[in-house]
């Protein structure tokens, strides 16, 4: 099954520019150290240019795969998990058909 992950950094309210630093310098580290689960397939991996928070998509059916995914990087970053499918797939236009003529 396929997920977006989406992430913002925390609040940094009141941290002066050596602490935001020093935390980008943790971040960073963490993020070259860490090696997906191997019941995880990371799709795509971005940040966001302003490097405040980024997007995955991932594939996995193991819960306890996609909880690490995020779990290593919780001291900095807010999560939102939402599964996804390929929006051009037959099956998924066949749904989105079959949903606006239930309206009709």
């Known amino acids: 099954m396929k997920f977006m992950i989406t992430w913002t950094l925390r609040d940094r309210e009141g941290a002066s520019p050596a602490e935001r630093i020093a935390e980008g310098k943790a971040i960073l580290d963490a993020f070259k150290r860490y090696t997906p689960h191997p019941d995880t397939q990371f799709l ?19 819960a306890v795969a ?17 599964p996804v499918f390929d929006l051009m797939d037959e099956q998924a236009l066949q749904m989105f058909q079959e949903n606006y003529d239930y309206h009709a």
């Open 66 to 82: 996609l909880n690490d995914a995020v779990g290593k990087f919780n001291a900095w970053y807010e999560w939102d998990i939402a």
């Open 44 to 62: 795509q991996w971005v940040s966001r240019a302003d490097q405040l928070g980024g997007c995955a998509i991932i594939e996995t059916d193991n």
